[in-house]
């Protein structure tokens, strides 16, 4: 899976926000260890930033 560059060139919102969110979603997966993460080789940021972008997950931040 490829890491969608043509999303990220257009994203307009917090970009710490979203390294944030494709990192936490990364380590996830990659303690998880699901199929789809086999199937895409183990690269669990492409997968994280794919399904970021594709809305299969979401993320907010809550405030302490």
Do not use: C, D, W
């Not at 710490?16 to 997966?29: D, G, K, P, S």
């Not at 492409?46 to 931040?61: A, D, G, I, M, P």
């Amino acid at each position: 899976m490829i890491i969608p560059l043509h999303e990220l060139i257009n994203y307009n919102a917090n970009s710490y926000e979203l390294a944030v969110a494709i990192n936490r979603r990364a380590f996830q997966l990659a303690v998880l260890k699901t199929p789809e993460v086999e199937k895409n080789n183990g690269k669990v940021v492409s997968l994280s930033t794919s399904q970021l972008f594709e809305k299969q997950v979401e993320y907010r931040f809550v405030s302490s």
